[in-house]
């Protein structure tokens, strides 16, 4: 199943943040979506998972339209995201704040939820930190465990906000490795990150925007050298390119 | 310390009218009222983060429901608080299915504004409800004072095991969750229009379980149980006590209820120094009286626990 971004415009008061940008994401993709700050990324996330509603065009998940659809039933279509700057329950424990999820469905029984909860624990490496509140957590470790949130779903697509950032070096290479991990068993991950030399070495495809319109997309190679790309970032107009 | 502490205090209600009679008995039934208000209220503000200042008003529409049913309708008292209760919920839903679709002070602003229109109807359907003259009611047990506790009682333990297993559900996992981001919660699954208006209806409930409660032990029902005044003080007894504490809401409920006949002689500056009250709790135990003295507690324990044996 695709997930379609189909001419999708939004604005806010004169600002347009997104202007008709259209962008497929096939079963199994691993995608960068990249672009200097304000270019519209975390927007169109926002649009895709039902946090915003586009002022014209379409979201649609296979043939179904689901712009009209609030975040949770989005989520519970298969589509999970993290934020950029973490947006965990602090004054839940960590094991709480993994529950929340797979408790929303309904259909797990709860000896079901905690067994999933201590393999994602041990998925994304806070075993020891089970009982600890959330907001005693670091900043990389609030950033694994909305990973862990939303894989306890087990979700088809995941939209991933800054994933990398604050995280130590050493648990960056890790959290890479589980990214391509979940990739390998057939998620479709839409990645939004700074971090290029991460961004490079793991997207099989990237795109890119610019002040809401998308620019390029293609192969990490073939970005890399495209003229708009380095005038995006460099400040140029591709226009002119 | 928070496992006995409810326990003594259940013990010390029950015993409560062996030691004090008529006068203070009735100051505890009314402090009843107003604890089961102040805790049900706190659940609202407290752990779900909704601002509503109707709950005043929902305790009027249990408090008019219940009277007239009796007198109109020739229902039993338990049968009528019951429909009061209902009548409150059924409103609440009316006015949450409005409102808390939209983000922001909604909710609040419409609930302030529906408060005066309810007391304006109040007053003005003469007819039906005699005005701010008030309707006489009929007494629970023509107002035997001992009854009138218990079954106070009653009800304010109903509230505090219905609203604490509403908090330990799944339910109140979610709850809590919205409150502390409602985008996060939406994102993982979280239907946050549901679960708040399930909060808000089950407590509008329970508000108008108290008016029907306090119709039949008072016997009179006026538009000044809705004035906003009424609802300032519901306001700052939860505050007083513990927002996010519905025990600590319902003690300084029935504390503020007693320092209220302390405070007779200042008439209206009553509400100014009750005022002044809330002020220095912000300022200096946020969190409430209740959790500052658990907390408090638990370090003098603490403390003790690791003195050296002499």
Request: glycine share 10%.
């Amino acid at each position: 199943m695709m997930l379609t971004v189909d001419q999708v415009t939004k604005n806010f008061g004169g600002l347009q943040a997104l202007s008709g940008v259209s962008v497929s994401f096939p079963r199994g993709e691993f995608v960068g979506l990249i672009g200097p700050n304000g270019s519209g990324k975390t927007t169109l996330l926002n649009c895709i998972t039902g946090l915003y509603r586009p002022d014209a065009g379409a979201v649609r998940l296979g043939e179904e339209n689901i712009s009209h659809l609030p975040p949770h039933r989005i989520y519970r279509r298969g589509i999970g995201r993290t934020f950029q700057i973490s947006k965990v329950f602090n004054r839940l424990t960590v094991l709480d704040n993994l529950r929340i999820p797979a408790l929303t469905e309904g259909r797990l029984k709860r000896h079901e939820v905690n067994d999933r909860s201590r393999e994602i624990l041990e998925q994304i490496k806070l075993e020891h930190h089970g009982r600890t509140n959330a907001e005693n957590l670091s900043g990389g470790q609030k950033k694994l465990l909305e990973l862990g949130m939303i894989m306890m779903t087990d979700p088809r697509f995941l939209l991933l906000d800054e994933p990398f950032g604050g995280v130590h070096p050493e648990l960056k290479s890790q959290l890479e490795e589980y990214l391509c991990q979940l990739n390998r068993e057939g998620k479709t991950i839409v990645l939004v990150s700074h971090e290029m030399p991460s961004v490079f070495k793991i997207c099989q495809r990237l795109v890119v925007l610019d002040h809401g319109v998308l620019v390029t997309e293609g192969s990490p190679e073939a970005v890399r050298s495209d003229e708009r790309v380095i005038n995006a970032y460099l400040g140029g107009n591709y226009d002119e390119a | 310390m928070k496992r006995i502490f409810p326990a003594l205090l259940l013990i010390a209600a029950l015993l409560f009218p062996f030691f004090f009679r008529d006068y203070w008995l009735y100051v505890a039934i009314i402090g009843l009222y107003y604890a089961i208000l102040a805790s049900s209220w706190s659940m609202l503000a407290g752990q779900v983060g909704l601002i509503s200042f109707a709950h005043a008003a929902f305790a009027g529409i249990g408090a008019y429901t219940s009277a007239l049913l009796v007198i109109h309708g020739g229902l039993s008292i338990p049968l009528a608080m019951v429909a009061g209760a209902l009548a409150a919920a059924v409103v609440g839903l009316g006015i949450g299915a409005l409102t808390l679709r939209m983000r922001g002070p909604y909710l609040a602003l419409t609930t302030l504004a529906f408060s005066e229109i309810l007391r304006i109807f109040i007053t003005a359907e003469y007819q039906l409800t005699q005005g701010s003259i008030g309707l006489k009611v009929p007494l629970i047990l023509d107002g035997n004072k001992l009854v009138c506790y218990y079954t106070g009682l009653a009800l304010f333990v109903l509230t505090l095991v219905v609203l604490t297993f509403l908090i330990h559900s799944r339910v109140g996992l979610f709850l809590v969750a919205m409150r502390e981001d409602e985008d996060g919660a939406a994102t993982r699954g979280v239907d946050t229009v549901a679960y708040r208006l399930v909060a808000f209806v089950v407590t509008s409930a329970f508000a108008g379980l108290a008016g029907g409660y306090y119709a039949h032990v008072v016997g009179l029902v006026s538009p000044q149980m809705v004035r906003m005044g009424e609802m300032g003080l519901i306001l700052a007894m939860s505050v007083f006590g513990g927002l996010e504490s519905l025990l600590g809401a319902a003690l300084g409920a029935i504390f503020l209820q007693t320092l209220t006949e302390y405070l007779r002689i200042f008439a209206e500056w009553r509400l100014a120094i009750f005022g002044a009250l809330v002020l220095f709790t912000l300022k200096f135990a946020p969190e409430g009286i209740l959790p500052r003295a658990y907390l408090y507690a638990e370090r003098f324990m603490d403390r003790w626990l690791s003195r050296e044996p002499r």
